[in-house]
């Protein structure tokens, strides 16, 4: 069965260096999504992708952020400069039609020390 | 503002009970509601959605009811099992567009053997 991956798995980093995390969403999906959780609470919405470029973006996904598909494969989530605050898990997700089932990766724990 | 919100945040049941999971959401134009289980460690895995224009859906062993004059949606398992023990969200569609997913807080089921 199709899934969505996730890499690394977990990333430690410190404070002020860049971050990128990667994902590889289902092969035939076109809808593209970031979320995070920070231990302990909810998933929250970072940015939707759609056909190369931004969709809608949260207020978390400040100019510190940014997104790319690179090739047709991969989706990557940039961080610029990590604060304490980022460390969080990562979570990636896609889907063939907006109006159809989000399917989540198994995320990156990101760590900023 | 849009919340989604859940009224207990654990919930302990004996294996081959039915469980109950509730969920209170707060924006009356979401069309879409999604229940999501996640183990520790892992991503929101799907279980079960329902769209505003039904009040009742079922799946194997899940049964998702949406009462839109309240505004609440339960999740129903059936003859829980141990490998039930995980977190379960609710989440809907937001209004902005596109397919942001706004998330409950979440309730940890615990099902002891």
């Known amino acids: 069965e199709p899934e969505v991956t996730q890499t690394p798995s977990h990333q430690v980093t410190q404070m002020g260096q860049e971050v990128i995390l990667r994902c590889v969403p289902i092969?035939?999906?076109?809808?593209f999504y970031w979320y995070r959780q920070i231990l302990g609470q909810k998933v929250e919405f970072l940015v939707s992708?759609?056909?190369?470029?931004?969709?809608?973006k949260s207020e978390i996904f400040d100019d510190q952020f940014s997104v790319e598909r690179p090739d047709g494969s991969n989706f990557t989530l940039k961080i610029r400069s990590t604060k304490l605050e980022d460390s969080a898990m990562y979570f990636c997700a896609s889907n063939s039609q907006a109006t159809d089932t989000q399917y989540f990766g198994p995320g990156t724990r990101l760590t900023v020390l | 503002g849009e919340s989604v919100g859940l009224h207990l945040p654990t919930l302990s049941v004996q294996e081959g009970d039915n469980s109950i999971i509730n969920c209170a959401y707060s924006n009356s134009a979401s069309d879409y509601f999604i229940w999501y289980k996640q183990e520790s460690g892992k991503g929101p895995q799907f279980i079960i959605d329902?769209?505003?224009?039904?009040d009742k859906r079922q799946g194997q062993r899940v049964t998702v009811l949406l009462n839109k004059t309240v505004k609440h949606l339960s999740l129903q398992i059936a003859a829980t099992q141990p490998g039930d023990s995980a977190v379960y969200f609710c989440?809907?569609?937001?209004?902005?567009?596109?397919?942001?997913?706004?998330f409950g807080t979440g309730t940890r089921l615990l099902v002891s053997p």
């Open positions: 092969s035939n999906h076109l809808y």
């Open positions: 992708f759609y056909n190369n470029e931004i969709s809608e």
């Open positions: 329902i769209r505003s224009n039904m």
């Open positions: 989440a809907e569609n937001s209004s902005t567009g596109f397919q942001k997913l706004v």
